[in-house]
């Protein structure tokens, strides 16, 4: 599934049952790190892994997004499909 904006977003996290979620950092509405923090208050939504997807590459916002409860994060201008492979096999220990 995906979702346009943040709002929307927020409502297949609660409706779906999912096992890993891609979140974009900058989503229009509410954003990526705003859903972390939700999920991580929420013990409910935290149905599986969560990689932070994102253009910012910076050290405060990938620290920001770990300690709001990401699992991974990929830096979206680096990223093919082996290391998207790679990142995912990792959050779900394959």
Same mark, same amino acid.
Not at 26 to 29: N, V
Not at 75 to 80: H, N, R
């Given at each position: 599934e995906q979702a346009p904006d943040g709002?929307?977003?927020m409502q297949k996290i609660r409706n779906f049952d999912w096992n890993l979620l891609l979140l974009d950092i900058?989503?229009?509405?509410k954003d990526g790190l705003k859903i972390l923090r939700e999920i991580k &208050?929420?013990?409910d939504l =935290?149905?599986?892994p969560v990689i932070a997807l994102t253009n910012l590459n910076s050290e405060n916002i990938i620290q920001e997004a770990f300690g709001s409860?990401? &699992?991974?994060?990929l830096? =979206?201008?680096?990223?093919?499909a082996?290391?998207?492979i790679k990142e995912v096999e990792a959050c779900l220990c394959i």
């Open positions: 709002e929307s977003g900058m989503l229009p509405g &208050d929420n013990p =935290k149905k599986g409860g990401a &699992d991974g994060y830096i =979206k201008s680096e990223l093919d082996r290391k998207l």
